[in-house]
T-cell receptor
Framework: DAKTTQPNSMESNEEEPVHLPCNHS???????IHWYRQLPSQGPEYVIH???SNVNNRMASLAIAEDRKSSTLILHRATLRDAAVYYC??????????FGSGTKLNVKP | NAGVTQTPKFQVLKTGQSMTLQCAQD?????MSWYRQDPGMGLRLIHY???????DQGEVPNGYNVSRSTTEDFPLRLLSAAPSQTSVYFC?????????????FGPGTRLTVL
């Protein structure tokens, strides 16, 4: 099963960009890369996903390496409300999510 | 829309007891899943369903049963609770397969087994 590796924690200043890295060297050609985040005592919340090309939405951008073995979630201007655990997830077999342990993002005012 | 709802929010069981965690969605989603989250860990898939009447096992299915008789509901049954099943349980749903669509998660059920 495809696995992901993320730093345990990262820190950012408010209103600055944040780059959250993820390694997934065993990714297969049909695995989609998803990012979800989880605030304390809440269920995970969708952020963004992609397959091969970079993706943008109102919340973030996703940069996928050309060999797809790594990706980076970019929050363009971090706010205090962005403090959460961010999960980089690979979807295998089209239906099965593999969640790693995630990166805890701390945003300083 | 209420989205994905889960009941109860909290539950304490004794070892050997059985119970059902309820999950419902009002978005007409075909795909539904159950996850458990242990302290400091990511989520692990227990069971999932791709439509009414169709279920399959995830990563950690032992000790749990599911059924999907309607599109809206996807209950998770603990057959004989064990302390190792102490965890937070999340239900999720999506319109299309999770690989290509957004999953919506419920608020979770915090279960303690004594």
């Amino acid at each position: 099963d495809a696995k992901t590796t993320q730093p345990n924690s990262m820190e950012s200043n408010e209103e600055e960009p944040v780059h959250l890295p993820c390694n997934h060297s065993t990714i297969s050609g049909t695995d989609y890369i998803h990012w979800y985040r989880q605030l304390p005592s809440q269920g995970p919340e969708y952020v963004i996903h992609g397959l091969t090309s970079n993706v943008n939405n109102r919340m973030a951008s996703l940069a996928i390496a050309e060999d797809r073995k790594s990706s980076t979630l970019i929050l363009h201007r971090a706010t205090l409300r962005d403090a959460a655990v961010y999960y980089c997830i690979l979807i295998y077999n089209f239906n099965k999510f593999y969640f790693g342990s995630g990166t805890k993002l701390n945003v300083k005012p | 829309n209420a989205g994905v709802t889960q009941t109860p929010k909290f539950q304490v069981l004794k070892t050997g007891q059985s119970m059902t965690l309820q999950c419902a969605q009002d978005m007409n989603h075909e795909y539904m899943s159950w996850y458990r989250q242990d302290p400091g860990m990511g989520l692990r898939l227990i069971h999932y369903s791709v439509g009414a009447g169709i279920t399959d096992q995830g990563e950690v299915p032992n000790g749990y049963n599911v059924s999907r008789s309607t599109t809206e509901d996807f209950p998770l049954r603990l057959l004989s609770a064990a302390p190792s099943q102490t965890s937070v349980y999340f239900c999720a749903s999506s319109y299309d397969r999770p690989a290509t669509d957004t999953q919506y998660f419920g608020p979770g059920t915090r279960l303690t087994v004594l």
